[in-house]
């Protein structure tokens, strides 16, 4: 007898498997019964014909489950759970096989032409996600990131623990780090740990708030905001821009700044 938590566990498992809760609970349903018909199985298990014929239909593309013959009838059933396994195998596989082709296809990639390197290029994010996203690619930096942010702010919206993560993901890629905060209990805990997340911070009046910032690395400017709810995030590739903002704005900024 499967337990109500051994089921929870099975169907987390299955969803890595691209099964939704309904198809998990199919599937245990023809591993304890064996082969029948599609009608008899929406009749044992309560549920519409035509919904139990559209997922046994994914699960069998899937590999879940099989199809046979007796007569005229139809019969579905469950693979032995030893096909996860296999399956498990297969998206090594292929996993092994994108390695491979993987290095090669990235050099063939960056030999393509570029646009113009005067003329910026834009990306648009929006939301938490869209920030994130903007901070995983801000792990691809070649040298220095440089950050400008009201960080208390941010790190709530975020999650603190996520970007103390994304820290020491950036200083284990040997990133060093300059940022300039406002004074808040985020940024006093994080500058307890600046040495391990190879980061140096300065300050500005407590006095002082705002809702935007920016990320600076590379050729890469990446300005965001957090205005009525709505995070933004506005990626600028350019290398005038970025030098100007690196060189120029944050680094008279990073002097004035206080000491932590």
Known sequence: MITDTENQRISQLLKQFR?????????????RNG??????IAKQMKQNRVTV??????????GILYE???GKRRLVGAESPEIFHALVQKKENELNLLKTNLDYVIEKLSNVEQTDPSVPTVKFYEGVEG????????LEAKRRIYVFTYVDLFSKLLDPEYLEDYFRRRAAKGISTQLIFPPCPFAERVNKKAEEYKI????????W???AGFFLWDDMVALKSFTEGKITCTMVRNKDI??????????MCWEMANKT
Do not use: D, G
């Open 19 to 31: 099964c939704n809760e309904r198809e998990a609970k199919i599937y245990l349903h023809c591993l």
């Open 35 to 40: 082969p029948a018909t599609v009608q008899e």
């Open 53 to 62: 014929h559209s997922a046994a239909t994914q699960m069998i593309e899937k």
């Open 68 to 70: 046979s013959r007796k």
């Open 131 to 138: 920030f994130k996203k903007m901070l995983e690619e801000s």
């Open 200 to 207: 140096e911070i300065r300050t500005l009046p407590k006095e």
């Open 209 to 211: 708030k705002w809702k």
């Open 242 to 251: 970025s030098y100007f903002l690196k060189e120029v704005v944050f680094r």
